[in-house]
């Protein structure tokens, strides 16, 4: 029973994905309609990830509170990129937290982290120099994304997959953002996003 309700939310879940990217390009002018989309789409996923699992575990929590920052980011960045950016972030922190608790780090990848988190902040730092405050957090935002890609290699399955596919729409997401590359690049992105998050969400519901 819990198996085939996680279905039916996938599948509303997919379809609420569709019609969101659907209305971005029907009606550009009211984003009211991919709001309400994307927040069907949302509940939709948290209700995946919760239905089955172990509930008692802090794993699966974590893993929520990372589903419902991105869910809540998502529906958000229609109205305030900041905002959404912002707990889009917090999402990559719980991620992170939930990664290292099953395996942290060694010392050699934290220095590896390190030099790559300085040479990123230099680099957006340099390139973004008229871009104020949103050079500033794309300087804070690069080394909590890499972090989670760094923890997210000890992972394995379709957790690992999910958090690569996750920094892959990121990325994608910052290179729109920044170049206002051809608009098909917005349909790939968030794709790629809520690819990841439904399989979060199916990685998380199985858990026992």
């Not at 500033?136 to 080394?143: L, Q």
Request: charged residues 10%; aromatic residues 14%; proline residues 3%.
């Amino acid at each position: 029973m819990e198996k085939r309700l996680t279905l039916y939310f996938t599948v509303i879940a997919a379809a609420g994905a569709c019609c969101s990217e659907a209305a971005y390009w029907i009606f550009p002018e009211n984003p009211g309609i991919r709001t309400i989309c994307k927040a069907v789409t949302a509940v939709c996923i948290l209700a995946c990830a919760v239905s089955g699992g172990n509930r008692k575990g802090r794993e699966f929590w974590w893993m929520i509170a990372a589903l419902a920052a991105a869910c809540a980011a998502d529906v958000i960045i229609v109205s305030s990129f900041p905002a959404g950016a912002g707990l889009f972030a917090l999402a990559h922190i719980c991620l992170i937290i939930l990664f290292y608790k099953q395996m942290p780090l060694t010392r050699k990848r934290w220095l590896i982290w390190g030099i790559i988190s300085a040479c990123l902040v230099g680099v957006i730092l340099a390139a973004g120099s008229g871009m104020g405050i949103y050079a500033y957090g794309a300087a804070v935002y690069a080394p909590i994304l890499i972090l989670m890609v760094f923890t997210a290699i000890n992972q394995r399955g379709i957790r690992r997959i999910a958090a690569f596919v996750f920094f892959s729409s990121d990325l994608l997401l910052a290179l729109y953002q920044w170049k206002h590359i051809h608009p098909a690049l917005h349909v790939i992105y968030m794709g790629l996003f809520y690819a990841a998050m439904l399989m979060f969400a199916w990685r998380n519901s199985s858990e026992s």
